[in-house]
């Protein structure tokens, strides 16, 4: 009865200290891709999107729209990737611009950079790894 006790004990102790390193790992992946995707953004999105997210009148669309960037959660990579022309409906303001590619970025940096816009500007979305971004972008028209 006693070393059934102790055993259960160990168990859940193992058991519960498993769960806690996991999510540590994934905290930590999550501020890691944070952080360097706070950095591409800047080098490679800033100068028209604003260091706010809140574009640029009716040239630049605003990426503080939380329920579009949801919206298009798995089409972001490509749009990241590719550029994007002809209109597009954010906030209920049609622009109609030209958003240049991006295709020296890895599929990492891509991820970086959604986990960035994604959890800024007002936004609070779950981590996104360069796996999912993969995934994306084989997707991609
Ligand atoms: C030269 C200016 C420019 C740069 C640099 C740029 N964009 Fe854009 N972006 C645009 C324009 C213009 C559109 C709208 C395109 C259209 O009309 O279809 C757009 C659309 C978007 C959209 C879809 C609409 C929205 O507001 O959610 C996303 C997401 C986006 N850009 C993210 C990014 C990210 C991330 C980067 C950096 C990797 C970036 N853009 C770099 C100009 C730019």
């Given at each position: 009865?006693?070393?059934?006790?102790?055993?259960?004990?160990?168990?859940?102790?193992?058991?519960?200290?498993m769960?806690?390193?996991?999510?540590?790992?994934?905290?930590i992946?999550?501020?890691?891709?944070?952080v360097?995707?706070?950095?591409?953004?800047?080098?490679?999105?800033?100068?028209?999107?604003?260091?706010?997210g809140?574009?640029?009148?009716?040239?630049?669309?605003?990426l503080?729209?939380?329920?579009?960037?949801?919206?298009?959660?798995?089409?972001?990579?490509?749009i990241?990737?590719?550029?994007?022309t002809?209109t597009?409906?954010v906030?209920?303001i049609?622009?109609?611009?030209?958003?240049?590619?991006?295709?020296?970025?890895?599929?990492i940096?891509?991820?970086?950079?959604i986990?960035?816009?994604?959890?800024?500007?007002?936004?609070?979305?779950?981590?996104?790894?360069?796996?999912?971004?993969?995934?994306?972008?084989?997707?991609c028209?």
């Open positions: 009865m006693r070393n059934k006790l102790i055993y259960f004990i160990f168990l859940t102790i193992a058991f519960t200290s769960i806690q390193s996991c999510q540590n790992e994934t905290s992946n999550f501020k890691r891709y944070y360097n995707g706070k950095g591409l953004y800047e080098k490679n999105c800033q100068n028209c999107h604003g260091s706010d809140k574009g640029l009148g009716t040239l630049y669309p605003p503080t729209d939380s329920s579009y960037l949801n919206l298009k959660r798995n089409k972001l990579a490509c990241i990737r590719n550029g994007q002809g597009v409906r906030n209920n049609a622009y109609d611009g030209i958003m240049p590619g991006n295709q020296t970025l890895a599929d940096d891509i991820a970086q950079v986990v960035y816009i994604t959890n800024s500007f007002g936004n609070k979305q779950d981590f996104y790894d360069s796996e999912f971004a993969k995934n994306d972008l084989v997707k028209k």
